[in-house]
């Protein structure tokens, strides 16, 4: 394994938490207050002004109303609540609904500085996060996104974005942060509904994970053969997309990742390496640089991609790795995904769909990194499994949900999924689909999902989840 150096990650991060926290000062030195109301400018010289009537005359022909009574107690105490709350709602950007919605669709923030809760990666714990969003930075053009989190089991992500960033509404833009997601498709799904005709920035992405699980790979892998491993990957890329209308985009993306893996801190589970060498764990003694070029395309027919009660959505994207060392790890990825949400006589009862295709191709005698393999388990496909429990150079996978509405803000599903990862297109058997199925409560505000709880179950184990973002 490629060793990491904790030396020098910590003044890195050191470095990017201190960059993050000067632009936030740089971005809140925008947010000034209205300025002070103009003086009446004085009338032209020799036009004349009427003079008030003295106060012994004014309105003398008719009499003075009456005092208006004082305001009973409880309604002062009322307004006094109001105001309260006005002043908390202004302070975190919230409208007079109360449903979590900023004015501006940005939510809960404090100037440029948006604080949240999420979970980084299956298995890692909940992490708050702050993010940094401070779009046309000092009227230049540019947009700068910078998020940091740490997480309760240590997971580390750090996070900035210059250039000309997609606008959905003022908050910040997504980020992908976890392990489990497919790339490009995670990074492709959210281009929806984007408000700009253009996007070009850089990126550059930190994570540092210790305690991520390895089973073998294939869909014969054993559940008690569970290890874990430290993963420390660095991403640096160049991204651009073209939206032709908010639901139809293009993009492409080219840049350079860094991965090293040492021994994992979970001391519940071996060490990878005690178990698995480099054949059965391709990438465990080389973890190559690799250089990625992708591109994608996305269709987006929802009605509203937070929140979706009918429509149907396509992303599609291919993927080029090169091993900047040698050849051994090269290899080509073809992806899509597609979604389907069918309301059943009127929007509160929804049949909804999902269908997940990921296949590697490699040339003869090259290998994928088990740790770029696609994966199944964790809070979005087949939940009835941990994260990461079958992964290979193929996979597929289905999901099928009820979804009911108790009111607008509540949400119960029943769910079932299935998938299977495999080597060849050829070994595909859908009599040896892994299963899983259970049931859901969603917290909901009108255009986003806020909190999930799942229950699933499958033939290992009974999971119990509790996520910020829809599986689909």
């Known amino acids: 394994m490629r060793k990491t150096q904790t030396s020098h990650y910590s003044v890195g991060r050191t470095s990017f938490l201190l960059s993050l926290f000067l632009l936030g000062l740089l971005g809140a030195s925008d947010l000034r207050g209205d300025d002070p109301p103009a003086p009446r400018p004085s009338p032209p010289e020799g036009t004349a002004v009427a003079e008030p009537l003295p106060a012994d005359t004014a309105g003398a022909s008719e009499p003075l109303p009456a005092a208006p009574a004082p305001l009973a107690r409880s309604e002062d105490k009322d307004d006094r609540h109001g105001f309260l709350r006005r002043s908390v709602d202004k302070a975190l950007g919230l409208d007079d609904h109360g449903d979590g919605e900023s004015k501006d669709g940005g939510g809960p923030h404090l100037g440029p500085l948006y604080p949240s809760v999420t979970v980084v990666s299956s298995g890692g714990g909940i992490a708050p996060m702050l993010q940094l969003w401070a779009p046309d930075l000092g009227d230049s053009g540019l947009d700068v996104q910078g998020a940091a989190s740490y997480s309760t089991r240590r997971y580390e992500f750090y996070a900035i974005r210059v250039g000309l960033l997609p606008h959905r509404g003022a908050g910040p833009p997504w980020l992908a942060t976890s392990t489990s997601r497919l790339y490009p498709l995670s990074d492709i799904e959210h281009l929806s509904r984007v408000e700009n005709r253009f996007d070009l920035y850089g990126a550059y992405r930190y994570r540092y994970y210790p305690e991520e699980d390895f089973y073998g790979i294939g869909i014969d892998s054993q559940a008690g053969d569970r290890t874990d491993y430290r993963l420390f990957d660095q991403l640096a890329e160049v991204v651009t997309a073209y939206h032709f209308t908010p639901r139809v985009a293009l993009t492409a993306r080219a840049g350079v990742q860094r991965t090293s893996l040492g021994p994992g801190d979970d001391p519940a589970f ?43 959505f396509l992303a599609v994207g291919v993927s080029r790795y090169d091993d900047r060392n040698g050849s051994q790890f090269e290899f080509q990825r073809a992806a899509g995904d597609l979604r389907l949400y069918l309301p059943l006589g009127s929007q509160r009862h929804v049949l909804a769909g999902h269908a997940v295709a990921s296949f590697d191709f490699t040339d003869p005698g090259r290998r994928v990194p088990f740790y770029l393999q696609s994966t199944l388990g964790g809070s979005l496909l087949l939940r009835g499994f941990p994260s ?85």
């Open 270 to 312: 071996p060490d990878l390496e005690t178990r698995f060498d480099s054949v059965t764990a391709p990438g465990l003694v080389r973890q190559p640089d690799q250089v990625i070029l992708s591109s994608g395309l996305l269709l987006d027919f929802r009605d509203e991609p937070g929140n979706p009660h009918g429509g149907v």
């Open 388 to 472: 990461s429990r079958f992964r290979d150079q193929k996979l597929i996978a289905f999901t099928g949900e009820y979804r009911f509405e108790v009111v607008p803000r509540l949400e119960l599903a029943l769910f079932y999924d299935a998938g299977q990862t495999v080597p060849g297109l050829d070994d595909l058997d859908l009599s040896r689909l892994h299963t899983s199925y259970g049931a859901g409560l969603r917290l909901k505000s009108p255009r986003k999902l806020r909190v999930r709880f799942d229950v699933a179950h499958s033939s290992e184990d009974t999971r119990y989840l509790v996520r910020f973002s829809p599986a689909f």
